[in-house]
């Protein structure tokens, strides 16, 4: 998915420090597309969604449950498989959920 960074004029931060988000596409209660933004060191903690969700990093490393994934990679997380996604360095990826929802593990 393209994504121009630059044309996003608003971020808004998430319940966890160093970590923002913006919506590019949501249909009811189904998909959703999100950029996220993540300082160095910051982490959203072990969680699941009730989808899929596929991961493209645009900018920086994330570690996903261990594996590291650099810009340009992605990752598809099954549904419902608990996942933490930290930020080795400033990061910023693509989240396609198919399903909207999470829940902390």
């Known amino acids: 998915m393209q994504i121009d960074l630059s044309k996003i004029d608003h971020w808004q ?3 966890f420090e160093g970590i923002f988000f913006s919506v590019i596409h949501r249909q ?3 998909q959703a597309v999100y950029v996220v ?7 959203l903690p072990a969680h699941s969604h009730p989808g899929w969700e596929k991961i493209e990093v ?3 490393t994330l570690a996903i449950n261990r594996k590291q994934l650099q ?3 992605k990752l598809k997380i099954p549904q419902d498989k608990v996942h933490t996604i930290a930020a080795l360095e400033d990061s910023v990826y693509v989240a396609h959920a ?3 929802g999470t829940t902390m593990a």
């Open 71 to 73: 810009a340009g990679q």
């Open 37 to 43: 933004k993540m300082a160095k060191a910051c982490a």
């Open 98 to 100: 198919e399903k909207e």
């Open 58 to 60: 645009l900018q920086g």
């Open 13 to 15: 931060p998430s319940q």
């Open 28 to 30: 009811d209660i189904a």
